[in-house]
């Protein structure tokens, strides 16, 4: 600084600058499992073996043809620019073959299909397409937290409702229209649901465009675990219910049943107003997928359908080793249909005596066990564990070994076979 300077410009350039972020980011609350993953990751430091069941990150890979494509294609120069930012058509066309061939849904790729990087990304930008200061939008509750903070970060409000028993939730949806002013706009909905698994049948989604069209509410289904599913269930398509596309959008991922959640591959489908609003503002924020990953994405849905189905499968197993072993440490649970998630209800004497949260704490400090305390989804998850089915089948037992003797509760002999309990995974896979 110059000697020549007067004093009030060098205390001005003194003082510490101060960083305003806007209203918005005071709308997200303290991030909930920071901390279990600090003391996940201190852990695994200090070499303990910890078995993490905490979030939904499949552990396989894809199919080898796909990563193949992608190589190939990531070797072709004309595949390195940006690409279209509502993805190419073939993709597009490919997601639409998809929805005609397992759902019976007619979509016009072009105006009623876009392409996300991954659908928590397209989810976002769709709340901001449609969401704004004073809009109210209706939750599941418990809920996945981007169904809320997607909506706050749109500047519109969100009200949860109990998604537990699905008749009672359609009525919940009618009584909140009828009363509310001005009236929710947008309704959320996510079956197989994440974090309860809650699951509907196809008449599920009639209900809901008929309440659509009586109170003029927009619909987003995420629909995340569609390929996901046990025992010879298929979750069913909102888009396949008659008028869906007059009323809504639904979001797909490759991320679950495809093993692909590090590429971020999802597709937004439905009405096209919704679709081309989704397009727009994509359309300001990102350039596209690299094609790379668009043309390996067309081969793994065109091709991988067995592998999605043995995928499917193999979460079942996981499903039925984990349900079993906590029955028999005498925890009450009811298997999931669908999802890659067991949620469980933490037993007495715990649930009288601690809150999810430390309990989840207890599991990793105590028996080396990772996974995400309910009230991470919001109040109503209060009381409950999310646990993912992303470890191997002697992994989910050893897990349950370290739970039961944490909690001082020993294994009782099954008085029923498991179902469908098949040989253990390979040892290439553990
Ligand atoms: C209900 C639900 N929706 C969306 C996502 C995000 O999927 P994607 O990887 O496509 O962004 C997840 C991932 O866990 C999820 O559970």
Redesign the pocket.
């Known amino acids: 600084m110059s000697p020549q300077q007067p004093r009030a410009e060098q205390s001005e350039s003194d003082r510490p600058f101060k960083i305003v972020l806007a209203d918005r980011m005071y709308r997200l609350p303290p991030y909930l499992f920071g901390k279990i993953n600090a003391i996940l990751y201190q852990k695994r430091r200090a070499g303990d073996d910890m078995i993490d069941l905490g979030?939904?990150?499949p552990s396989e890979p894809p199919q080898d043809a796909v990563i193949e494509k992608l190589v190939e294609a990531a070797r072709d120069p004309r595949n390195h620019g940006y690409s279209q930012s509502l993805g190419i058509m073939n993709l597009r066309r490919e997601v639409a073959g998809k929805y005609f061939r397992k759902f019976g849904v007619r979509l016009d790729p072009e105006k009623e299909v876009v392409v996300?990087l991954?659908?928590?990304?397209?989810?976002s930008h769709m709340c901001l397409a449609l969401m704004g200061p004073g809009d109210t939008a209706i939750v599941p509750a418990p809920y996945?937290p981007?169904?809320v903070y997607g909506v706050a970060l749109a500047s519109g409000n969100a009200i949860s409702l109990e998604v537990a028993h699905s008749e009672q939730f359609l009525s919940n949806i009618a009584l909140t229209c009828e009363r509310m002013h001005p009236r929710p706009k947008l309704l959320i909905l996510?079956y197989p649901?994440?974090p309860s698994t809650v699951t509907v049948e196809p008449e599920f989604f009639v209900e809901v465009v008929k309440l659509a069209k009586k109170y003029g509410l927009m619909v987003i289904s995420?629909f995340?675990?569609a390929d996901v599913a046990f025992d010879g269930y298929q979750p069913p398509s909102f888009l396949a219910a008659p008028g869906a596309c007059d009323v809504g959008v639904e979001?797909t991922?490759?991320?679950?049943g495809y093993n692909m959640?590090g590429w971020?591959?999802?597709f937004c489908a439905g009405n096209a107003e919704m679709v081309k609003a989704l397009g727009t503002i994509k359309a300001y924020y990102d350039y596209g997928m690299f094609q790379a990953i668009q043309i390996a994405a067309i081969v793994a849905l065109r091709g991988a359908e067995a592998a999605v189905e043995d995928q499917a499968q193999l979460y079942q197993r996981r499903r039925n080793v984990l349900v079993d072993g906590l029955r028999r440490i005498g925890w009450d649970i009811t298997p999931p249909r669908a999802?890659?998630f067991v949620w469980a209800k933490i037993p007495e004497p715990w649930a009288s005596q601690m809150s999810t949260m430390d309990f989840s704490m207890k599991l990793l400090e105590e028996a080396d066990v990772a996974a995400s305390p309910g009230s991470g989804f919001g109040p109503a998850g209060e009381g409950y564990l999310r646990m993912a089915l992303v470890e191997n089948e002697n992994r989910l037992r050893q897990a349950v070994r370290q739970i039961g003797r944490c909690l001082g509760q020993s294994e009782a002999k099954p008085s029923v076979a498991a179902p469908d309990v098949v040989a253990a995974e390979s040892p290439a896979q553990t």
């Open positions: 979030m939904g990150n996300c991954g659908s928590k990304e397209g989810f996945f981007v169904h996510n649901h994440n995420d995340a675990y979001f991922t490759m991320s679950k959640a971020r591959v999802g999802g890659m």
